[in-house]
């Protein structure tokens, strides 16, 4: 099994910032891709931002230049730097992770994590 888990949110002014961590542990062999969606009451689920293994990043255009994902390889844990926040940020944000867990498998599975909630006041 593979557990995913957040930490960083919590409540914060408009034009303030927040970084969330998440880090994933258990039956690892690799992780592909990571990243960062959110959910705002009413709302789908949205991509935020996600990064492959080797460092690309792609982001969602309400994001973009002011959000910035990263990842430590080594600790298996991806991070979400979030600056200029405004009220509509304010979401559950979920991380997620597409995981191999041997190295027989060709496939992988995507893992999520429990949601840390972020709270932008205007």
């Known amino acids: 099994q593979v557990q995913l888990v957040e930490s960083g949110g919590g409540l914060v002014q408009a034009g303030g910032s927040l970084r969330l961590s998440c880090a994933a542990s258990?039956?690892?062999?690799?992780?592909?891709?990571m990243g960062w969606d959110r959910q705002a009451p009413g709302k789908q689920r949205e991509l935020v931002a996600r990064?492959?293994?080797?460092?690309?990043?792609n982001y969602a255009d309400s994001v973009k230049g002011r959000f910035t994902v990263s990842r430590d390889n080594a600790k298996n844990t991806v991070y979400l730097q979030m600056n200029s926040l405004k009220p509509e940020d304010t979401a559950v944000y979920y991380c997620?992770?597409?995981?191999?867990?041997?190295?027989?498998?060709?496939?992988?599975?995507?893992?999520w994590g429990q949601g840390t909630q972020v709270t932008v006041s205007s």
């Open positions: 990064i492959t293994s080797g460092g690309s990043t």
């Open positions: 258990g039956t690892i062999f690799s992780i592909n891709a």
């Open positions: 997620n992770a597409d995981v191999k867990t041997s190295e027989s498998y060709s496939y992988t599975f995507r893992y």
